[in-house]
């Protein structure tokens, strides 16, 4: 039998902005960016019970909430405050699935003998991160990752549950289908008309009589019904692409004024792909245009980089031939079949020396760790005030 823990920090943005600023404790707070065009990134549990979650529009959350206090997301918090999360969960087990930058699995199966019960260990990691990092978070335990994900839920806020193997059934019974992985809103709707509302009811079908009406799909929902899931924690899932974007305060009109930005997205994106070790040959471009279509591009490169400039000339290049003129709302630049760098293979001659471009971007890498990243800035950006920062989200992959 597994072991599974769902750890799950509690209004992870919120929390970091209320610890780091005393004012803000014990008060609704919302972090989001611009009123009318950005969206909630995060809202404390003081002001959901006006309305107000993640992913809203702000100009929604702001007419629902408006005593709240808006602070601006300071990412590079965020994922300071999640590397110290992982470490303390790397006390514990190697088995560990992220899923984002505050959440995870944690296989402690193997664990047990050395820290204790399963429900020991998410007590203990709970309070490490208490008393280390000043914030909450919730756990989950089960043999499952499913219904540990189910229990961390149910544990919220600052809690934890434990679901035996003998209670799963049972605990899932009594909530609703659309709790289920895989269960939207049109899943959720054709269950509903079929006269099931609950996990029990769904556990109490026969299963052809689901796969009639939701083919393959069925039998999945029904063996998590029954508390099925034999999907194991996977450690350290490799990264399918690097990237960045940047929503607009005002839509832009005009490859002048995009220039800059596509030109900060791809250093951004060269410098995390020299952080964690990667190359990649595929260069994506992303334009949301004022009416909220949006449009993707790609280009191969002929040799896999991890250099800002030949991102941004191929990024550029894609820019100029899709450009329609409109407005803009959004633009991103990302970067996909990544693999590692390989080691250079001596010769009998001596090697050729790095290209200039390598040790240009080392050596602002090694300003910017020391002195930020925005330090030192290239012409065009400083020219439109642009930087090629780090400050938008990254999650775990």
């Known amino acids: 039998m597994r072991a599974i823990i769902h750890v799950d920090m509690d209004a992870f943005y919120a929390s970091v902005e209320q610890?780091?600023?005393?004012?803000?404790?014990?008060?609704?707070?919302?972090?989001?960016?611009?009123?009318?065009?950005g969206v909630v990134v995060a809202a404390s549990y003081e002001v959901r019970p006006?309305?107000?979650?993640?992913?809203?529009?702000?100009?929604?959350?702001?007419?629902?909430?408006?005593?709240?206090?808006?602070v601006p997301p300071r990412f590079s918090a965020y994922a300071e405050a999640s590397e110290q999360v992982f470490a303390i969960f790397e006390r514990y087990t190697p088995l560990i699935e992220p899923l984002s930058l505050d959440e995870a699995f944690l296989d402690v199966t193997a664990s047990a003998g050395l820290f204790g019960s399963p429900a020991e260990i998410a007590r203990r990691i709970r309070q490490e991160i208490a008393a280390e990092l000043s914030l909450p978070a919730s756990a989950g335990i089960a043999p499952v990752k499913f219904v540990a994900k189910?229990?961390?839920?149910?544990?919220?806020?600052?809690?934890q549950r434990e679901i035996l193997a003998e209670e799963m059934?049972?605990?899932?019974?009594?909530?609703?289908?659309?709790?289920?992985?895989?269960?939207?809103?049109?899943?959720?709707?054709?269950?509903?008309?079929?006269?099931?509302?609950?996990?029990?009811?769904?556990?109490?079908?026969?299963v052809a009589w689901l796969e009639d009406r939701l083919g393959?799909?069925?039998?999945?929902?029904?063996?998590?019904?029954?508390?099925?899931?034999?999907?194991?924690?996977?450690?350290?899932?490799?990264?399918?692409?690097?990237?960045?974007e940047d929503t607009f305060e005002e839509d832009l009109r005009g490859l002048d004024l995009l220039r800059p930005h596509i030109h900060a997205q791809a250093l951004r994106?060269?410098?995390?792909?020299?952080?964690?070790?990667?190359?990649?040959?595929?260069?994506?471009?992303k334009v949301k245009f004022a009416d909220f279509t949006v449009i993707t591009r790609r280009t191969t490169?002929?040799?896999?980089?991890?250099?800002?400039?030949?991102?941004?000339?191929?990024?550029?290049?894609?820019?100029?031939r899709a450009h329609e003129g409109k407005p803009v709302r959004l633009t991103g630049v990302s970067v996909q079949a990544l693999g590692e760098q390989e080691p250079q293979q001596l010769g009998l001659f001596s090697a050729?020396?790095?290209?200039?471009?390598?040790?240009?971007?080392?050596?602002?890498?090694?300003?910017?760790?020391?002195?930020?990243?925005?330090?030192?800035?290239?012409?065009?950006?400083?020219?439109?005030?642009?930087?090629?920062?780090?400050?938008?989200?990254?999650?775990?992959?």
Request: a positive charge; charged letters at 25%.
């Open 301 to 320: 490169l002929s040799t896999p980089t991890d250099d800002g400039q030949a991102l941004y000339r191929a990024a550029l290049d894609l820019l100029e």
């Open 150 to 159: 189910i229990a961390s839920d149910l544990a919220k806020p600052n809690g």
């Open 352 to 397: 050729p020396p790095p290209p200039r471009s390598a040790k240009l971007n080392a050596a602002l890498d090694r300003i910017a760790e020391r002195f930020g990243t925005k330090a030192i800035t290239t012409a065009d950006l400083a020219e439109s005030g642009g930087t090629a920062n780090d400050e938008d989200p990254w999650e775990r992959p």
């Open 216 to 244: 393959s799909q069925g039998r999945h929902l029904w063996e998590l019904s029954q508390g099925h899931d034999p999907r194991e924690v996977v450690p350290d899932r490799a990264a399918k692409s690097v990237g960045a």
């Open 169 to 206: 059934v049972s605990v899932l019974a009594k909530l609703p289908v659309s709790r289920l992985w895989g269960v939207g809103p049109k899943t959720e709707e054709v269950l509903t008309r079929a006269g099931l509302k609950t996990i029990g009811d769904v556990a109490a079908r026969d």
């Open 50 to 70: 006006f309305g107000v979650r993640s992913a809203m529009p702000m100009a929604r959350a702001v007419k629902m909430a408006p005593q709240a206090i808006v």
């Open 19 to 37: 610890r780091d600023n005393p004012s803000l404790r014990g008060k609704p707070v919302i972090v989001g960016g611009h009123a009318q065009r």
């Open 269 to 285: 994106v060269g410098r995390r792909l020299r952080k964690a070790g990667v190359k990649g040959r595929v260069v994506q471009l």
